[in-house]
């Protein structure tokens, strides 16, 4: 899935379940891996997140330099 994307990855206003895989293949992927740039509804990416197993590897992601996370109100204003 993410061998194809090229050197930039953006993602704007996936659903929960979206974010949910992306982390979940990008953690799970082997080689070097697009910057994936995630802009999400605040909502979103609050109920993700309260699962600590994809929090912890978001996380691990944005460390990483792989992943940015922005809320819709971040990115428009």
């Known amino acids: 899935m993410l ?3 090229g050197e930039e990855l953006l993602v704007v206003d996936p659903s929960a ?4 895989e992306l982390v979940a293949v990008a953690t ?3 080689g070097e891996l697009p910057e994936i740039r995630l802009v999400a509804d605040d ?3 609050k ?7 994809v929090a ?3 996380a691990d992601l944005v ?4 992943l940015s996370l922005r809320t819709s109100s971040e990115a428009g204003g």
């Open 3 to 5: 061998d194809d994307a």
């Open 17 to 20: 379940a979206t974010v949910e």
């Open 28 to 30: 799970e992927a082997d």
């Open 43 to 45: 909502g979103v990416l």
């Open 47 to 53: 109920d993700v997140m309260d699962d600590f197993i």
């Open 56 to 58: 912890s590897n978001a």
């Open 63 to 66: 460390e990483a330099g792989t």
